[in-house]
């Protein structure tokens, strides 16, 4: 695959719809299988992990994207997404509670999705890839 802006763009959005889908199903599986509870899928390593890739992957494709069309305002609800996702480790699920936390979660991957989307609209827009 190559690398280029378009692709980062769809990658980040994969990321954030596997983030939600982690929040919302994971207990659902626990329950259903309860054996997942002693793996990793659990653990906040996971959530860590996922940022470890989404942060790095949005901010490369949402800049590449700016840069070419100059919308910075899709970067800042980019970034306004990823400091969301972030903050649900920062502040932890002992304040935000389950509830808080799945909510925390999904806003901040439908945040962060939507500025994908519209960073990848824009350059297919003004012809930003070719």
Not at 14 to 40: E, Y
Not at 43 to 56: G, K, Q, S, T
Request: proline share 3%.
């Amino acid at each position: 695959m190559e690398i280029s802006q378009p692709n980062l763009d769809k990658t980040a959005i994969g990321l954030s719809l596997v983030c939600t889908i982690h929040c919302l199903l994971t207990p659902l599986a626990i329950a259903l299988l309860p054996a997942l509870g002693a793996t990793f899928l659990d653990d906040e390593r996971f959530h860590y992990a996922v940022l470890f890739f989404v942060i790095p992957t949005s901010l490369y494709a949402l800049g590449l994207g700016c840069r070419k069309h100059g919308r910075l305002g899709v970067l800042a609800i980019g970034m306004l997404g990823l400091l969301v996702l972030s903050s649900i480790l920062i502040i932890g699920e002992e304040t935000l509670g389950e509830t808080g936390e799945k909510v925390t979660t999904v806003l901040g991957a439908v945040i962060v999705a939507s500025a994908h989307i519209r960073n990848y609209r824009l350059c297919q827009k003004n012809a930003c890839h070719e």
